[in-house]
């Protein structure tokens, strides 16, 4: 027989119905969910072994549950009370067998032999436990006179014993929770400070806003003094939502008959109206105080357990949905089922190539730095540069002394090319290593063995081609030593530097001013209108780039030109007449360098450039297209290890709890909010 059935007339309220069905599905979430720590709103009851917790707990549930000194519960203990029209109790999913009827035997007696069957029952579960543990002993008692209500009692927490850090830790566990509410039971004849049950509560909620302190056995508080202190502080904390609660929750013993497992709330109430507690100097206890007794007891934690399911069922459902993201995300990663291989290696494969422009455009600012800086060093020689190297000897002839400097100033130029160029290539070393290390497809890969061997192989191939480039560079550095002053592009532009060098060109644009222009056009050209200026006639940058010429007919401006350079010429070449030939030969020294350096610098530069392409970005696309679909190596690599099957078929499993737990938490929002608290 599983079930007693009770004659007498039951009403159950849909307001019971849907606050247990609610609580019940909130169970469920938390049995399948186990492992994966979601923030359940929850009733824990926690006090010190021997705090009357499982006296108050058997006077709000009418179980029996074991009370004796030498019992140390070892696992908590969940409780879940549901009305119905029916008696039963389940442990663990499976049911008590009630006793079964004899005769005229009332409700009560086989009730009591139910709850004397269920005590055994915990007892022997308890005692199957070695040691402390955090798996729970799950008891379901439906009951015509039960109110609906869900609660998690933990191990008593042992004082001085070998067992209290155990019981601690566990009681930590289960009260961390921001949607648990903690029932804190102590007895009122202890000192509170000395509690270590309330030493715990205040750690994991200072703020004391999710407790309620229960103050037990108040027929055992010793002095009036005590009972004054009591009554006091319950007064001041009535109206509060988690103000101190009093019970005295004694069970009724019968010697001459069998247990009788009921609680009278009516003797409990009467005991409060005694002279003890109204007769005590200061304010008497106030008898209508909603936090007095195990009947108002009920009613506030039912009422708080609501509305903590109903505020907090939100922030549930983000937490539910963020693990199942999370699971989701893994399974996007992995597939729904092993990928084929060559599947996965192809979209590697694209994938870095996909990266291809990105380095290039990574690498063309690096390049067009290293220009920038080869053209500054180019155009920025100066005859201070060449004249260090000119050393004559007055045994040697004094081209000899041109020729050793032209040597020595092309050599310095090629070192400054040299520490660029180092810089150079060490950067783009770095981003074509990192163009396949650090792609995204490989940072997200969960192939570990296969995206170790891509990027081995990769520093391999690229370090070869690394080498040949640096070779190649070098020659090419060597190769601007290897002068040839016969280049007629070299010839011409010497010959342009000797015959209108910088300074000329610069003293040719001062004697042009606006001023001293306009004057000279007035004297050397026939020009007398008067309303014409040639104040807007210069030259940009260069002695060929004039504009404007409003004040002169192209003839004139012409004549004008040839006069003013004619002028700037022989004062040049006279003043190059006077020179020494050490300063001449200094001259024509400084001359050649500009321009043998000016034309080789844009031959390097496409060398450099062109080297680059073949050594770095067609390597890497020819290793992407030739090898790295065909290696067998990548290939055995590619194979699914052990521990991404593992992480898939965790993944699914908890994609589908998680499901299931918010199609749950939906219905339970739906129920919670028909309720009015």
Known sequence: MKKIEDTSEVKIDTQDKKLGRAQD?????????????????????????????????????????????????????????????????????????????????????????????VEEKIIELNNSYNEITDKPINIEYHSPSQSPLTLVDLPGIIHSDQRERETMSISKKFISGSNTTILLIREANNDKETQKAVALAREVDPEGDRTIEVLTKADNIGTN?????????????????????????????????????????????????????????????????????????????????????????????????????????????????????????????????????????????????????????????????????????????????????????????????????????????????????????????????????????????????????????????????????????????????????KELQEKFLESLNPSSFCTEARTTVNCTNGEHTFCDTLLSQKYHSVVGMQALGKREFDELMSLKLRSCLDEYFAAYARKSLQEQQKMRVFSAVSAYVYCAHKTFLDDVMSIIRRCVLETRINWLNREFMSSQEFRDATKENVANEMRRAKALKTRNVMRECLENLDEAVDLIDSIEF
Request: aromatic fraction near 6%.
């Open 225 to 501: 003094e005590k009972r004054r202190l009591i009554i006091l502080d319950q007064n001041q904390t009535k109206n509060d939502k988690r103000g101190i609660h009093v019970v005295c929750c004694r069970l009724k013993d019968n010697d001459s008959g069998p247990y009788s497992g009921t609680f009278s709330r009516k003797d409990e109430m009467a005991f409060f109206r005694g002279d003890e507690w109204q007769l005590t100097r200061g304010s008497p206890l106030e008898l209508d105080s909603p936090n007095i007794g195990v009947e108002n007891l009920m009613k506030r934690i039912l009422r708080i357990l609501g509305e903590n399911m109903k505020e907090n069922s939100p922030k549930l459902r983000v937490e539910i949905s963020e693990k199942l993201k999370i699971c989701q995300d893994v399974i996007n990663d992995l597939g729904e089922t092993p990928r084929h291989l060559g599947e996965v290696l192809s979209n590697i494969c694209e994938e870095l190539k996909s990266v291809q422009n990105e380095l290039e455009e990574a690498i063309t600012p690096l390049l067009e730095d290293f220009a920038n800086t080869v053209h500054d060093i180019c155009i920025g020689l100066k005859h201070s540069f060449t004249d260090q190297f000119y050393k004559p000897n007055a045994y040697d002839p004094i081209f000899f002394a041109g020729k050793d400097a032209f040597e020595r100033s092309i050599k310095a130029v090629s070192e400054q090319y040299r520490v660029h160029l180092i810089k150079l290539s060490q950067d783009i070393k770095t981003l074509s290593i990192c163009s396949v290390n650090e792609s995204p497809v490989i940072q997200k890969s969960n192939y570990d063995r296969l995206t170790v061997k891509i990027k081995e192989r990769w520093a391999e191939q690229f370090n070869a081609a690394w080498v040949i480039m640096e070779k190649e560079m070098a020659t090419k550095l060597r190769d601007i030593g290897k002068y040839n002053t016969r280049n007629h592009y070299i010839t011409s532009k010497y010959q342009e530097d000797m015959t209108f060098p």
């Open 25 to 117: 599905i909130m169970e469920e979430i938390r049995i399948k969910a186990e492992g994966q720590s979601l923030n359940l709103p929850q009733m824990v009851v926690i006090g010190a072994q021997g705090s009357g917790k499982s006296t108050l707990l058997s006077a709000i549930s009418g179980l029996r549950f074991p009370q004796a000194l030498n019992t140390c519960t070892k696992c908590p203990i969940v409780v879940a009370l549901r009305k119905s029209e029916s008696i039963f109790v389940r442990v663990n999913g499976a049911y008590i067998d009630a006793p079964k009827a004899e005769g005229a035997r009332d409700t009560a007696m086989l009730k009591a032999q139910l709850m004397q069957k």
